[in-house]
Nanobody, 117 residues
Framework: QVQLVESGGGLVQAGGSLTLSCVSS????????MEWYRRPPGKQSELVAQ???????HYADFVQGRFTISRDNGANTVSLRMNSLRPEDTGVYYC???????????WGQGTQVTVSS
């Protein structure tokens, strides 16, 4: 069973930074498009950023210019560097993939990010 394990969440003041990491146990990680989602308190999950197998990133408008997604295929890791954090960035952040062919969805367990004002 392929697993995604997130780490790096925590409590930070507004304007601060955090880096989230997600390690995959999939030996085909190089071929996995990877995504970060978040679920703000009392709201539905929303896509934050994604990175393709050729390292092309895409961002939600609300994080553009503040967050950076990256991947290290040698370490089976996708990271999310979050700068200029705002209280509205608070939520549980999840690592996600649909698998190589889009038919093997996986979610991590989530990591809590709390931004205080």
């Amino acid at each position: 069973q392929v697993q995604l394990v997130e780490s790096g969440g925590g409590l930070v003041q507004a304007g601060g930074s955090l880096t989230l990491s997600c390690v995959s146990s999939d030996r085909n990680f190089n071929f996995l498009p990877m995504e970060w989602y978040r679920r703000p308190p009392g709201k539905q999950s929303e896509l934050v950023a994604q990175i393709s197998v050729d390292f092309t990133p895409h961002y939600a408008d609300f994080v553009q210019g503040r967050f950076t997604i990256s991947r290290d295929n040698g370490a089976n890791t996708v990271s999310l560097r979050m700068n200029s954090l705002r209280p509205e960035d608070t939520g549980v952040y999840y690592c996600h993939t649909l698998g190589v062919f889009g038919n093997a969805e996986r979610w991590g367990q989530g990591t809590q990010v709390t931004v205080s004002s």
